[in-house]
């Protein structure tokens, strides 16, 4: 469903990425890895919006679309996280799910003004939405407080909450067991797994975490200083010298 | 012939606005270049400078010393020292407790110290416009005396000059001096800085005071090519040395040069072909399209979102 | 410690001395065509040293002043009160707006006619600044070119009703769509320029408005305004001594009681009344709307907004817009109520006394708002001797507020939709 074609992306004199490929199927769980700075984020801004690629192609569900800008990206089904986490700290944690189905509601004034049946129905259905992935996150019973006072792994859990609102086809998680202690990976690792089991959802996946990279991915492609460096299944990249070289060589 | 001593006319006088217009608008650059605020109050610094300038000249008549030099080198000094004080002691009060808080909160700080200074010298001075004596009189003029000449005042010549002088000073003064080399250091990043031992609130101090005294420079001679001033026009002068900031790209001080002469020239040229009155509209216009087509200006460096 | 204490107090005094006296202590005085400088009077000769006098004591203890300072809050009674539950804070709230409403609606019976006057005025800044509030606090759009919109909304008005002799009831949507379209358009361009650069902008649209009226002199009259501009009426029923237009009757003759001029300024203030509330609900009532959350969301974090798909032009863009049409009805009841209006009443000046207002009240609060409105217009009417004084203390205020409590007076507490547990 997404294919990246030799994706380039060049910040003045500094290429950050070089002639990047990869793709997802769907139903499929893919994943970014490679050393710090090898230019994974910036895959993730060019595929997001948030960059306009200065060359290659990115093609999602056959449509290019390279370029689009960001919120028009989203609405096409394509959402993401961010490595540090981006929450709407003053807003509730139920109203940060509720900001996220916005395009989903009705947009007209009026309507809301005078609080229609049909607006009503609409607010309703909402908070239904936003409620049933709150306790599927587990945590529903903090609906009514600040996102910003929460612990930091459930202000990661309700960043995925808050994209899958949105009923997404492909998710992209920037490094979400960052920060995380072993048992909250393992509960990530399990509710990935179900997000595309459950919810038919694909997942690109940028993380450091080696072994749930390696446990829950279909196909893993390697970057190295913008470069693709390898790609294949967990297995294939275990054993691939080049990887293993650029990884040790740094240790 | 004659159309073109008249636009020489025009390009002479506005690189003479032009150049005033430069020198307020290094204020506006460098506090940018360092803290990242528009010093809503740079304008009133000038204008502050423009009144002390004149008070000092009408206290030297007072005590009846004529010699020109004098007048104009105490009327700079203590020009350059008042404004200096006060950009220094606005940065302590009113920018110095909000820094590092959401964008918006300097900048209504600022508003407020600018508004707050306009009435200050309003209490003090009265709102009436005050005459301010031109000292240098006279020039050259081309072209025959039965049609239009092109003239060249002295006064015109002494600001250019001066201006020059003035940003020659302080380009070698960043790039030699101690202090400018920590100043461009604190640019470029303001924590590194700090942990690498600059007093970055001294370095921060020094860049509101090196800009407030070029704004009394500016004062003074502006002061003198207006012929008058009031509480008000430092709040239109700053607009516009902020328009040649941005214009130049802001936080760069060749930029400001730029832009200050640009904006002046353009400034005049539409005082002399279509009318004075929409001068104010062009600059502004001029403003608004550089923000939204090169919103780094002319010789300002890309940002790239952080994301 | 002591030294450098000594030393810095010493500097901050002649700081002081220089930055107050040459201004204060000489005052230029016009005499034919020269100048002459004079001494300024005894009294702030020793007001200056004595503020210079203060700066040094207060720099030279300025650690123990600051302790004690610290100290201060646990003295304040009310600050370790718990906040409110929301529940019940929002019907105290309804409560209290409805006592207002109920008493401001009787109030201009019982008083005089200048008094009703001044509260129609303090009604316009209400509007302007809630409208305000809207583009300000909720979405963090720092405007300072607002009072163009008022001056679309009051020519609107002027203009249509010279031309083509509108009515002001007319000319009262139209004036506020037209400034929401010059909302829209203007705002177009420009909001997805960063915040500060926004500001500026802004400023210099107000600016090229201004000066475009005040030289289209033969559609706006330029400086001398527009003139004769009609008041509003009552079903068709006039308020002046004499019926001007065809068809209408006059008030006081329909009612069978006696001519008054105090009938239309009431009249006035009422339909200003009517306008204030409408403006305050509608605003309510926005800030719980999926468009209320958007504003809040891109004001918070703009990129995880955009990550969700929330267009950042279109969110900011209908708050502009709400604004600004929020100003055009303002605009329109100004015109009616001056019956005469030139740019002079829509400088710079106009846009940072309604910002000062937003700002005292505590962006983002309605109450806090209204408030503000009430004491920044009043206050300088009451005392006149501090109405010279107005600017200067309005501009020290905005500065100690960001200072001190950035938040404002009474800072904004925001009405959370509450996720009730399901059965």
């Known amino acids: 469903m997404l294919d990246v074609q030799n994706l380039s992306m060049r910040f003045g004199g500094l290429l950050a990425v070089d002639q990047v490929s990869l793709d997802v199927q769907e139903h499929e769980i893919v994943s970014i890895i490679g050393p710090n700075g090898a230019g994974k984020t910036t895959v993730f801004n060019c595929m997001s919006g948030f960059y306009k690629p200065t060359g290659g192609k990115i093609l999602f569900e056959g449509k290019e679309i390279q370029g689009t800008p960001d919120y028009k990206i989203s609405r096409l089904g394509m959402v993401r996280t961010f490595q540090h986490v981006r929450l709407f700290n003053s807003m509730t944690v139920v109203e940060n799910l509720l900001v996220a189905q916005h395009r989903h509601l009705n947009n007209n004034l009026i309507s809301g003004l005078l609080k229609t049946p049909n607006y009503r129905t609409r607010e309703k259905k909402s908070l239904d939405r936003a409620s049933y992935w709150l306790e599927r996150v587990g945590l529903l019973e903090l609906a009514n407080v600040e996102a910003g006072n929460l612990a930091y792994g459930q202000q990661r859990r309700l960043e995925i909450a808050r994209c899958m609102v949105t009923e997404p086809k492909l998710l992209m998680l920037d490094e979400p067991a960052a920060g995380l202690n072993p048992s909250e990976t393992r509960d990530l690792n399990q509710l990935i797994v179900s997000l595309k089991e459950d919810y038919n959802v694909s997942v690109v996946l940028i993380e450091h975490d080696m072994s749930l990279v390696m446990d829950i991915s279909d196909r893993i492609n390697v970057i190295n200083q913008g470069r693709p460096l390898a790609s294949g299944t967990p297995d294939e990249i275990r054993n691939n010298d080049d990887v293993i070289k650029a990884y040790l060589g740094e240790a | ?307 | 410690m002591a030294a450098h204490n000594l030393k810095h107090a010493l500097f901050c005094a002649i700081v002081t001395l220089v930055i107050a006296y040459p201004i204060l202590g000489f005052n230029l005085v016009a005499s034919g065509t020269d100048i002459i400088l004079e001494g300024a009077k005894t009294r702030t000769v020793i007001l200056v040293l004595l503020a210079a006098v203060a700066v040094f004591l207060f720099q030279l203890f300025r650690d123990n002043v600051m302790a004690l300072l610290g100290k201060a809050p646990a003295l304040n009674p009310l600050a370790n009160r718990q906040p409110m539950e929301q529940g019940k804070r929002l019907k105290l709230e309804s409560i209290v707006l409805t006592l207002i409403i109920v008493g401001a609606l009787f109030w201009p019976f019982f008083v005089s006619r200048g008094a009703v006057d001044l509260a129609t005025l303090v009604l316009i800044y209400i509007m302007l600044a809630l409208g305000l509030n809207v583009v300000v606090g909720l979405a963090g759009l720092l405007d300072l070119g607002y009072v163009a919109f008022y001056a679309v909304g009051a020519y609107t008005f002027a203009l249509l009703s010279q031309y083509y002799g509108f009515s002001f009831w007319l000319a009262l949507p139209l004036g506020a769509l037209l400034a929401a379209l010059f909302g829209l358009v203007l705002g177009f361009p420009v909001l997805r320029l960063r915040g500060d650069y926004l500001a500026i902008v802004t400023l210099g649209f107000g600016e090229i408005i201004r000066i475009l009226l005040n030289n289209m002199t033969s559609l706006t009259g330029g400086p001398n305004g527009i003139g004769g501009i009609p008041d509003p009426t009552l079903f068709g029923m006039e308020f002046g001594r004499r019926v001007k237009e065809e068809g209408n009757t006059s008030f006081h003759e329909t009612l069978g009681i006696a001519y008054s001029s105090e009938h239309k300024v009431i009249f006035l203030y009422l339909i200003a009344l009517v306008l204030a509330v409408i403006t305050a609900l509608v605003i309510r009532r926005l800030m719980r709307m999926p468009v209320g959350r958007a504003w809040e969301a891109l004001r918070e974090d703009e990129i995880a907004a955009r990550s969700l798909g929330l267009s950042r032009t279109a969110v900011k863009l209908s708050a502009f817009t709400i604004g600004a049409f929020f100003a055009g009805f303002a605009g329109t009841v100004f015109a009616s109520k001056q019956g005469f209006i030139s740019p002079e009443s829509f400088v710079f000046l106009e846009s940072a006394i309604i910002l000062a207002i937003v700002v005292l009240g505590g962006m983002g609060s309605q109450i806090g708002v209204i408030l503000a409105a009430i004491a920044v217009t009043t206050l300088p009417e009451l005392a006149r001797e501090f109405s010279e004084y107005r600017m200067l203390i309005f501009g020290a205020a905005m500065v100690l507020m960001m200072v001190w409590r950035p938040q404002g007076l009474l800072p904004m507490r925001r009405t959370h939709i509450e996720l009730k547990a399901q059965e």
Request: charged share 10%; proline share 3%.
């Open chain 2, 1 to 307: 012939m004659q159309d073109l001593l008249y636009f020489f006319q025009q390009l002479i006088n506005g690189l003479t606005i032009g150049s005033t217009y430069a020198l307020i608008a290094i204020g506006y650059t460098m506090v940018y270049g360092i803290i990242g605020m528009i010093n809503f109050a740079h304008g009133e610094i000038y204008m502050i400078g423009a009144y002390t300038a004149l008070i000092a000249i009408t206290g030297l008549a007072a005590l009846g010393i004529a010699w020109l030099p004098v007048i104009l080198i105490v009327a700079l000094v203590c020009a350059m020292i008042v404004s200096s004080s006060m950009g220094w002691a606005v940065e302590r009060v009113a920018y110095r407790p909000v820094r590092g808080r959401h964008r918006l909160i300097p900048l209504i700080s600022a508003i407020g110290m600018s508004i707050f200074l306009q009435n200050y010298v309003h209490l003090a001075q009265g709102s009436r416009n005050i005459g301010f004596p031109a000292l240098i009189e006279g020039g050259f003029r081309f072209g025959s005396a039965d049609s239009f000449q092109t003239s060249i005042s002295y006064m015109q010549i002494t600001i250019f000059i001066t201006t020059l002088v003035c940003m020659t000073l302080l380009s070698l003064f960043i790039s030699r001096s101690r202090i400018g080399r920590a100043c461009r250091a604190v640019s470029q990043d303001l924590g590194m800085a700090n942990l690498l031992g600059i007093d970055t609130n001294r370095i921060i101090s020094a860049t509101f005071i090196i800009g407030a005294a070029l704004a009394a420079v500016a004062g003074l001679f502006l002061g003198m090519y207006y012929g008058s001033i009031d509480p008000l026009f430092g709040f239109i002068a700053g607009l516009k040395a902020f328009t040649a900031a941005v214009l130049g790209g802001i936080g760069s001080i060749p930029g400001a040069m730029l832009g200050g002469l640009i904006l002046g020239v353009a400034e005049s040229m539409t005082s002399g072909y279509l009318s004075g009155e929409y001068k104010d509209v062009v600059s502004f216009g001029l403003l608004i399209l550089i923000l939204l087509f090169k919103p780094t200006g002319l010789l300002g460096k890309p940002e790239v979102e952080k994301i």
